[in-house]
């Protein structure tokens, strides 16, 4: 790092400065807009106003932090998710078709967890690049699929061919309930159903009477599918980063803060604080799998997301974006900005709110997405 960002970055966290620092507003050219918000607790009952939320202290000795605290922290985080069943030592992967698309090389495979599905997914290897070559994982969106990431070009979410045109790996899996694995897949689709399982209501149940959670097994598949890259001969074991949009926008943090082994993200619409989500009574717009017991117990997402500084790490949100009220983007972009000063990368974490923008994924944070992932993993 050069040394006068370090003496700036320094000079930051002891003046208690820098705002503003890895914050931008931006008026994109064209979007759809969404609903403004309401005043906080407006509209919650009156014995919800008295709600108790967690005041988890900042790092502020970032010795302490690496030597004690993060690794608490951490296994907070692990214990709130629930039992995650050890992942296969070695995972079978079979590769069911192969297909050039030109730039790159379609694969469709499939491998088991270990525990209770079979997965399937999509890898898109680029020609044009020798040696290894950084990877990206895609996380599609609610009720998306691999598809979604990979060949769905109308869709906003398809940024895989982009990024293997641009000599990226990309890999995509259907996570649980979504896509093949859906308990009734969309009927234009023609997926085998031997990867059908149950539903999202369902598995959440279930799973809490087994000690587990959806979100926890959700984050495990992930990490599986990072097994897996890390085994092929043209991926770089540690250039892999992850992206995904509003489902996938939290779980791209999500899978940063429980595994090392991501070295950058950048997350669409997927920005938030529990405390202002409740406070502007828009919990109930996140579908079930989102919620983890005991979480509030502890902390806030502050907590989960630094666990992912000093990694790069991009949030791009919409300031009509209900699921991700802008006072709690606001908090959290404070917070984090004071731990990557910490860790004297204040560049390393960016923030961008578009405005008069709804739950959408616009042209300009694609653009933004790219140029992360070109400077922070090649």
């Excluded at 931008?24 to 309401?38: F, M, N, Q, W, Y």
């Excluded at 949009?245 to 939290?250: I, K, N, P």
């Excluded at 731990?339 to 653009?367: C, D, I, K, W």
Aim: glycine residues 10%.
């Amino acid at each position: 790092m050069n040394p006068l960002l370090n003496i700036l970055a320094v000079l930051l966290l002891v003046c208690g400065a820098g705002a503003t620092v890895g914050q931008e507003r931006v008026a994109p050219t064209k979007s759809r807009g969404g609903k403004p918000l309401d005043s906080p607790w407006e509209n919650m009952p009156a014995e919800l106003r008295v709600m108790k939320f967690p005041a988890w202290p900042l790092p502020d000795d970032l010795e302490r932090w690496r030597r004690i605290d993060r690794d608490q922290t951490r296994n907070t985080l692990l214990e709130c998710l629930g039992e995650l069943p050890p992942r296969p030592a070695s995972l079978e992967v079979k590769t069911l078709e192969r297909e050039d698309r030109g730039d790159y090389i379609l694969e469709r495979f499939e491998f088991h967890n270990g525990v209770d599905a079979l997965v399937p997914g999509i890898v898109l290897v680029p020609k044009n690049v020798k040696g290894r070559a950084p990877a990206v994982i895609g996380l599609h969106g609610h009720g998306g699929s691999s598809e979604t990431i990979c060949t769905d070009i109308d869709n906003p979410q398809c940024v895989g061919p982009d990024l293997a045109r641009r000599g990226f790996v990309v890999a995509a899996i259907d996570t649980y309930f979504c896509g093949a694995r859906a308990r009734k897949p969309q009927k234009e689709k023609d997926w085998p159903e031997r990867y059908r399982h149950a539903d999202e209501g369902t598995l959440f149940r279930i799973y809490l009477w087994q000690g587990r959670t959806l979100w926890g097994m959700m984050q495990r598949d992930q990490q599986c599918l990072i097994d897996y890259l890390q085994t092929r001969p043209e991926v770089d074991p540690d250039k892999i980063g992850v992206t995904g949009m509003s489902m996938g926008g939290t779980g791209s943090w999500w899978l940063a803060a429980v595994d090392d082994r991501i070295a950058a993200v950048v997350g669409v619409a997927g920005f938030t604080r529990y405390e202002q989500l409740i406070a502007h009574n828009n919990a109930p717009l996140h579908g079930v799998y989102y919620y983890v017991p005991g979480i509030l117990k502890h902390f806030d997402t502050e907590a989960v997301y630094a666990l992912v500084a000093p990694r790069p790490l991009l949030m791009l949100s919409g300031d009509q974006d209900g699921g991700l009220p802008l006072d709690g983007i606001e908090i959290l972009e404070r917070k984090l900005g004071h731990v990557y000063r910490l860790h004297q990368q204040p560049t390393a974490f960016h923030s961008v709110v578009y405005q008069n923008t709804g739950h959408e994924y616009l042209p300009e944070m694609r653009a933004r997405m790219v140029d992360w992932f070109e400077r922070h993993l090649k």
